[in-house]
T-cell receptor
């Protein structure tokens, strides 16, 4: 069974204080690892897709990296508007039976204080 | 690009009634759409995978007769919660897959069953 564990559950930072969020996963063959941002009462907003170990992607203050067992979302000099829940999800190479969805972690609730 | 809409955004109904939620991909065609459910402070749980023109594939523990899914076109999938009960109250979110991997999510529908 595919599993995704995110840590920490919650993180409070001062504006400008860089940090990293962790996503550990076990999957029967990784087809893709995804990072999303979710604001309260809204659907997840796509950030990144990573496919293979060693891959990195950047977008503004965010950078996602991937190893064979985990992924990190690095946040550099965050601003209050970066406050949100960050979700990590994996898609297995073969789900079987036509089911093809993502397995999500519980997320990291990030608060950036001014 | 990659915009997914849901309607309604919020619905309140009486126990025993049925509720239909629409999910539309506005600027791309999606052969596969997904339905997720999210309880407060929990992550997204996949309910079913919906492929255009064929029957949906449901995750273990999800009653297919209670949660009816129809994917009539490449831009529209519907979820009908039949004979809704208070325990069905939740945040329902759809996603549409664009290309090979990435899923783009709708804004979600908050269902409250009284």
């Amino acid at each position: 069974e595919d599993q995704v564990t995110q840590s920490p559950e919650a993180l409070r930072l001062q504006e400008g204080e860089s940090s990293s969020l962790n996503c550990s996963y076990t999957v029967s063959g990784l087809r893709g690892l995804f990072w999303y941002r979710q604001d309260p009462g809204k659907g997840p907003e796509f950030l990144f897709t990573l496919y293979s170990a060693g891959e990195e992607k950047e977008k503004e203050r965010l950078k996602a990296t991937l190893t064979k067992k985990e992924s990190f979302l690095h946040i550099t000099a965050p601003k209050p508007e970066d406050s949100a829940t960050y979700l990590c999800a994996v898609q297995a190479a073969y789900s079987g039976g036509g089911a093809d969805g993502l397995t999500f972690g519980k997320g990291t609730h990030l608060i950036i204080q001014p | 690009g990659a915009v997914v809409s849901q309607h309604p955004s919020r619905v309140i109904c009486k126990s025993g009634t049925s509720v239909k939620i629409e999910c539309r991909s506005l600027d791309f065609q999606a052969t596969t759409m997904f339905w997720y459910r999210q309880f407060p402070k929990q992550s997204l749980m996949l309910m079913a995978t919906s492929n255009e023109g064929s029957k949906a594939t449901y995750e273990q523990g999800v009653e297919k007769d209670k949660f009816l899914i129809n994917h009539a076109s490449l831009t529209l999938s519907t979820l009908t919660v039949t004979s809704a009960h208070p325990e069905d109250s939740s945040f329902y979110i759809c996603s549409a897959r664009r290309g090979v991997e990435t899923q783009y999510f709708g804004p979600g529908t908050r269902l409250l069953v009284l």
